[in-house]
């Protein structure tokens, strides 16, 4: 004997085929807008696996200024300068020109596995003297160059204390050198560069922007919370901003956040959420 359709019945069918639509419209706007492209949970640095833009200018405290664009929301890494240096002394780099890169850490990396990236990491944790000191210090290392007038006392002091710390890594709140590796072979003036990192203060959870964001459009009651580590509590001006810089609007991010159920919906708001961690300056949220 079939099942019979009552009322009831024929109401729960229509709102999970209401609720299915809902859910599969949120997943495409994301997937749409690149913020399902994170991984929740990635062990740090999360970065992109698909290429971004890098442009670089001569700078007056690092070699490079180093400029990403092209990157996704939910990364540890997101659109903007950073300082930057060369580890490829025989290519010249095309400034002011945008170069397609992969973004790859340089602990244990799958490229330019000759360089000792220890050594390189503890000089950037460990500059002293000039920009050219730490140029001269990482090239040692990347080119096996010496200036011919030799290295500087500071650039030596570098090189030495790199040499007496062979299994160095940073840790959290250090620099970590992220490999910028060019992907376009016909492109001669990229040449392999590094761009400095600093671990970012954790994230919010997707219940404080599910809170917050309904607090502005009047869904949740209650006031707004402050950012623990600074105090300064969340206005809807902010959020807006937030909100424009990720892609979305505040209806459709509340959306993402209040995705009903288990996989994919928890993915879902977990990327929401990190959109706007990134959006705000801070890493995705930890579990």
Same mark, same amino acid.
């Given at each position: ?6 009322? %009831? ?87 002011? *020109? ?102 970012? *203060? ?63 919906? %928890? ?21």
């Amino acid at each position: 004997m079939g099942l019979i359709e009552t009322p %009831n019945t024929l109401s729960l069918k229509k709102l999970r085929l209401k609720m299915k639509k809902i859910v599969l419209a949120i997943v495409g706007f994301l997937m749409f807008s690149g913020v399902l492209m994170s991984t929740v949970g990635a062990a740090w640095p999360n970065l992109p696996s698909t290429t971004v833009q890098l442009t670089v200018v001569y700078d007056t405290t690092s070699y490079f200024d180093s400029t990403l664009s092209g990157v996704p929301a939910g990364f540890d890494v997101m659109n903007g300068t950073y300082p930057g240096w060369c580890v490829d002394r025989s290519v010249d780099m095309d400034i002011g *020109v945008s170069h397609d890169v992969m973004l790859y850490s340089s602990i244990s990396p799958p490229v330019l596995t000759g360089i000792n990236w220890n050594a390189i990491n503890y000089i950037l944790n460990h500059k002293q003297g000039t920009i050219m000191d730490v140029q001269n210090a990482i090239w040692n290392f990347t080119d096996n160059y010496k200036p011919p007038e030799g290295y500087s006392p500071d650039a030596q002091a570098m090189i030495d204390g790199a040499n007496a710390n062979p299994t160095y890594e940073p840790t959290t709140g250090d620099v970590l050198a992220v490999i910028c590796y060019p992907q376009n072979p016909t492109d001669p003036v990229a040449q392999n560069s590094i761009i400095e990192l600093t671990e970012r *203060v954790p994230g919010y959870t997707p219940g404080f922007w599910k809170h917050n964001i309904g607090v502005a459009l009047g869904e949740n009651r209650g006031k707004y919370s402050a950012f623990e580590d600074t105090g300064i509590k969340v206005t809807e001006a902010m959020l807006i901003g937030f909100a424009a810089d990720v892609g979305v609007t505040l209806p459709e991010a509340y959306a993402a956040l209040t995705a009903k159920g288990g996989p994919p919906n %928890n993915e879902i708001r977990a990327d929401m959420a990190n959109a706007f961690n990134e959006a705000a300056g801070y890493g995705p949220f930890e579990d």
